[in-house]
T-cell receptor, first 118, second 116 residues
C-alpha cells in the first residue's frame, strides 16, 4: 500500500511566523501535490511537483512556496503565516499506473495537517 | 478553465433509501475519480472511471461516467449509517504522455449524512 505521511496532524502558529509542512511518500512516486481544503470550496491545488527540484504553481500559490530536494519528500512553506491561511492542508502523491487500456495518475493522500494561524 | 460541480452539496437521508450524487464538469475528460472523506480524516479512493459508459460498483455504491454529457453519478443503494461521509469527485483533464501536466480538479464535495 502507498503510504503518504505528513509531519503534523495539528499545528498552531502565530501571524508572521515561517511555517514548514512536510510530506513524505514511500512509493517512489514522481508527482507530489499540496492542497488546501476549506469548507464549501473543496480541495484547491497550491503547488505540485513532477520531479526532484521541479515545481509548478497550482491555482492558489500566493503566500506559499515549496521545496523538493528528494523524490520522497515535498515541503510546503508559508513564508509569513497569515490568519487567512488557517486551513486543512493535504499532501498527495501519484505515479503513472497502467490500468490495462488506459494510463492513469491516481492520487494517494496523506492524513492532513490542520493549521491554525492566530 | 476546468470547472467541476457537485450536487447536492449537503444530503441528509434515512437508512434504507436510495439516492444519487451528481458530478458535472466543463471540459473533455475520460478520467474521473471518486473519493470518500470521513470527518477529520484524509481522502480515500473509491472509484476510478476511465472511459465513456464506465460503471464501477463496491457494496452499496455504484459510480458511472458519461463523457459525452460530462457527467458522473455516484448512486447509493439502501443507505446505511456507515456511508455517512463527504464524497468528492475529481477530473483529470490532462494527457498522461505530457510530463508534468497531470493534476486533478476537485468538486466542492457532497456531505452525506445517513440517519438511522
Amino acid at each position: 500500500d502507498v503510504k503518504v505521511t505528513q509531519s503534523s496532524r495539528y499545528l498552531v502558529k502565530r501571524t508572521g511566523e515561517k511555517v514548514f509542512l512536510e510530506c513524505v511518500q514511500d512509493m517512489d512516486h514522481e508527482n507530489m501535490f499540496w492542497y488546501r481544503q476549506d469548507p464549501g470550496l473543496g480541495l484547491r491545488l497550491i503547488y505540485f511537483s513532477y520531479d526532484v527540484k521541479m515545481k509548478e504553481k497550482g491555482d492558489i500559490p500566493e503566500g506559499y512556496s515549496v521545496s523538493r530536494e528528494k523524490k520522497e519528500r515535498f515541503s510546503l512553506i508559508l513564508e509569513s503565516a497569515s490568519t487567512n491561511q488557517t486551513s486543512m492542508y493535504l499532501c498527495a502523491s501519484s505515479s503513472l499506473e497502467d490500468r490495462g487500456f488506459l494510463w492513469v495518475y491516481e492520487q494517494y493522500f496523506g492524513p492532513g495537517t490542520r493549521l491554525t494561524v492566530t | 478553465e476546468l470547472k467541476v460541480e457537485q450536487n447536492p452539496l449537503f444530503l441528509s437521508m434515512q437508512e434504507g433509501k436510495n439516492y444519487t450524487i451528481y458530478c458535472n464538469y466543463s471540459t473533455t475528460s475520460d478520467r474521473l475519480y471518486w473519493y470518500r472523506q470521513d470527518p477529520g480524516k484524509s481522502l480515500e479512493s473509491l472509484f476510478v472511471l476511465l472511459s465513456n459508459g464506465a460503471v464501477k460498483q463496491e457494496g452499496r455504491l455504484m459510480a458511472s461516467l458519461d463523457t459525452k454529457a460530462r457527467l458522473s453519478t455516484l448512486h447509493i443503494t439502501a443507505a446505511v449509517h456507515d456511508l455517512s461521509a463527504t464524497y468528492f469527485c475529481a477530473v483529470d483533464p490532462s494527457q498522461p504522455s505530457i510530463q508534468g501536466a497531470q493534476k486533478l480538479v476537485f468538486g466542492q464535495g457532497t456531505r452525506l449524512t445517513i440517519n438511522p
